[in-house]
Nanobody, 128 residues
Framework: QLQLVESGGGLVQPEGSLRLSCAAS????????IGWFRQAPGKAREGVSC????????YYADSVKGRFTISRDNAKNTVYLQMNSLKPEDTAVYYC?????????????????????WGRGTQVTVSS
């Protein structure tokens, strides 16, 4: 059974950093696009960053460019999201998701509905 488990969330002050991890089991990252999505209270789920395991292509939402970095470790079957210079507006539940790659990461990451496997999420709270 395909499973994704997020970890690394918590409470952090503005300008602080966190690293989220998404551990995959039941499948390998080959041929998959892995995405990080977030959902704040009262807001729709949005794509934050995605990475393709086929060619390493990445996507970042405009709101996180220059602050967040997505990476993968195929040996550990894990995808990471390094979050620096965190802002209160980054507060949300962060989810990782996976789907077989069929288009560019840019086209896929803006559409949460096409991702077939989801983790349960990890809370990130940025507050002073």
């Amino acid at each position: 059974q395909l499973q994704l488990v997020e970890s690394g969330g918590g409470l952090v002050q503005p300008e602080g950093s966190l690293r989220l991890s998404c551990a995959a089991s039941g499948f390998t990252l080959d041929y998959y696009v892995i995405g990080w999505f977030r959902q704040a209270p009262g807001k729709a789920r949005e794509g934050v960053s995605c990475i393709s395991s086929v060619d390493g292509s990445t996507y970042y939402a405009d709101s996180v460019k220059g602050r967040f970095t997505i990476s993968r470790d195929n040996a550990k079957n894990t995808v990471y999201l390094q979050m620096n210079s965190l802002k209160p507006e980054d507060t949300a539940v962060y989810y990782c998701a996976a789907v077989l790659g069929f288009a560019t990461v840019q086209a896929m990451c803006v559409n949460p509905d096409i991702f077939s496997s989801w983790g349960r999420g990890t809370q990130v709270t940025v507050s002073s």
